[in-house]
């Protein structure tokens, strides 16, 4: 695999080595060893999948304090524009972003450490999401940065009219007004 470091220290864009022949493909999604080399120790301990419809933007969630998860992401199906906002106040890359196309062509996976927001935008018809998270779900302690917050500078390469979001996405708040890791 070839782990490519972002401009956002900790933030990995991993590309898998595909082999392909007339049966198909195979790769390594992922390998514990060579990922502790690149990226360090992570215990990944759930892997989660979700599908959603073209102009769905589910995020920027994120969880607070012990609760703080790590994610290795990656599209089964489809295509995202996935997103990681680093929150971590004392970071020199505070509020700034990265950006990737995921995608089942191009396989590439997005490793977002804690202290991050996270969110993706549904490019294809569908798309089939996975992520491992390294801690537990903890609704109690579960924020959200407003996916159209001006101060982020996100450009979503689809009209906002087109975006899909949730109730609660809808009640999220501004990174100004969010309480954030230190």
């Known amino acids: 695999m070839n782990y490519i470091k972002t401009e956002i ?9 595909v082999f392909n022949d007339a049966r ?40 607070k304090g012990k609760y703080s998860q790590a994610k290795l992401v990656r599209v089964i199906r489809g295509k995202v524009l996935d997103v990681a906002v680093d929150l971590r106040k004392s970071s020199p890359t505070f509020g700034k972003h990265v950006m990737v196309e995921l995608s089942e062509k191009n396989k590439r996976q997005f490793f977002i450490p804690r202290g991050f927001a996270h969110g993706f935008l549904v490019l294809s018809e569908e798309a ?3 992520y491992k998270v390294d801690n537990i779900y903890a609704p109690q302690y579960e924020a959200s940065i407003r996916w ?33 890791f230190e």
């Open 24 to 63: 198909g493909y195979f790769f390594e999604a992922w390998k514990k060893e060579e990922f502790e080399a690149y990226v360090g120790k992570v215990d990944f301990i759930q892997e989660n999948e979700s599908r959603s419809s073209y102009g769905v933007l589910r995020g920027l969630h994120y969880q």
């Open 148 to 180: 159209d917050d001006e101060s982020l500078a996100l450009k979503w390469p689809i009209d906002s009219k087109e975006v899909v979001i949730s109730e609660k996405d809808l009640q999220a708040k501004a990174l100004a007004e969010t309480d954030l």
């Open 128 to 130: 089939v999401f996975t």
């Open 9 to 17: 220290e900790g933030v990995y864009i991993i590309e898998p080595k």
